[in-house]
């Protein structure tokens, strides 16, 4: 009995000299070399943790390339792109500024560049179009302020400022404001640039908005202060500072429809409703127990980042640095929903004519809530890195983004109740 096993094993030795011989002799043919591959294990038991990681990264690399949700990727600039406006006349037209000192108007349809706007000495952090979208002004962090005419794609304005905090258009007229490191703030018609100036103490104008009826303008200061401004004037009507003020620079500020109610943000962890035609604070708004993640000081508020009134019910969104979306009753001024998220938010956006509202934050996703039910949904991702800013068209169908992963990005936006 032993023998023949004996045999066995001695022929099957010859069997695989055999073997070795025949493939050394002739070429292999491409489906030879396919079964071959076939019965190789590529698991190395000798070193299974270094050929996991490989494998691991390559399915990261596969997830995020799969989880790609947009229509259309710009990638012209070279650095963080901090800002993205649409033009308001037909939304087909988006302006974004980027770390690479250039801002660029650009298709959205297509990403076809109209329009580079180029010159500036620093970061542009501020890009926009006016009323009519007939200009754009650009802005960078050292105060070069340019503006651009669409249609013959030539700079017809610039002027320098102390370094620049915001800029805005004015709502009905090619008037155009910025606010200043030194706590100025100006204003200027375009191109002829009479000019003039709203002086306050040494103190950073940090945010700035005109109301619906071009005549005021709030402005939100480092020291916490408001300020309500006749922009005809040039004085100022309100100041709200104090125990009435924020306890800390302010970070945003938004207005209702009809400007009559002003919602402030601050570092101080507070929103604050204030009314325009009296100047007093009619509400507070703050969620408890929020910190800000990574904060070492106890003390240390969760800031605002981002406020904004919805349209069509009495209800306004506060953003905090922790990720809390935060759902007020305009009325009760009661918490109504805390929507959470896994990172800090950087802005929030109302649509035009609905109840949902929309976030973007440091984990680079765009997420849409229904302010109603404080439910989610939907989420968008394609970015590798934190979205800085973001806006959408009237109709709430699509969204254009503005990323540190130096891409601006177009997504559709799909809704069940569409």
Not at 354 to 370: E, I, K, Y
Request: include cysteine; glycine fraction near 10%; charge should be negative.
């Amino acid at each position: 009995m032993d023998i023949p096993e004996e045999n066995a094993i001695e022929l099957h030795g010859d069997e695989e000299i055999i073997e070795v011989i025949d493939l050394n002799d002739s070429e292999p043919g491409p489906d030879d070399l396919a079964d071959d591959l076939g019965d190789v294990d590529f698991e190395d038991p000798g070193n299974p943790e270094d050929d996991n990681e490989g494998w691991e990264t390559e399915d990261e690399m596969e997830a995020e390339a799969e989880q790609d949700d947009s229509e259309l990727t710009f990638s012209k600039h070279t650095g963080s792109v901090f800002c993205v406006s649409l033009d308001p006349a037909t939304n087909s037209l988006a302006v974004t500024g980027g770390e690479d000192d250039k801002a660029y108007v650009w298709r959205v349809s297509d990403g076809e560049v109209l329009l580079e706007c180029t010159g500036h000495k620093d970061s542009v952090t501020c890009a926009m179009f006016s009323h009519d979208s007939s200009l754009v002004a650009s802005g960078d962090m050292s105060g070069l302020i340019k503006v651009w005419k669409v249609e013959t794609k030539e700079e017809i304005w610039s002027f320098e400022v102390g370094d620049l905090e915001w800029l805005e258009w004015h709502p009905c007229a090619p008037v155009l404001l910025a606010g200043t490191n030194d706590g100025n703030v100006w204003m200027w018609k375009i191109p002829a640039g009479d000019c003039k100036t709203f002086e306050s103490p040494a103190c950073q104008a940090t945010s700035g908005k005109v109301l619906p009826d071009g005549k005021r303008a709030v402005v939100g200061y480092e020291d916490g202060t408001v300020r309500v401004w006749d922009l005809k004037h040039g004085n100022a009507i309100h100041v709200i500072k104090g125990q009435d003020g924020h306890q800390g620079a302010l970070t945003c500020l938004a207005c209702n429809k009809d400007g009559s109610l002003v919602l402030t943000g601050s570092v101080d962890g507070c929103a604050k409703l204030i009314n325009t035609t009296t100047g007093k604070v009619v509400g507070v708004f703050t969620v408890e127990g929020g910190k800000a993640k990574g904060s070492k000081d106890e003390e240390e508020s969760n800031s605002v980042e981002s406020v904004g009134f919805c349209n069509i019910l009495p209800l306004i969104a506060v953003a905090f640095l922790d990720g809390t979306l935060a759902i007020f009753d305009l009325s009760t001024q009661v918490l109504r929903h805390r929507c959470q998220h896994e990172a800090g938010i950087v802005h929030l956006q109302w649509e035009e004519s609905s109840s949902v509202v929309s976030t973007c934050s440091l984990d680079g996703a765009l997420r849409l809530w229904d302010a109603r039910s404080g439910s989610l949904l939907s989420e968008y991702h394609g970015h590798t890195a934190e979205i800085l800013d973001f806006t959408f068209n009237r109709e709430a169908s699509l969204a254009v983004t503005a990323s540190g992963d130096n891409q601006a990005k177009v997504f559709c936006l799909q809704r069940p109740d569409r």
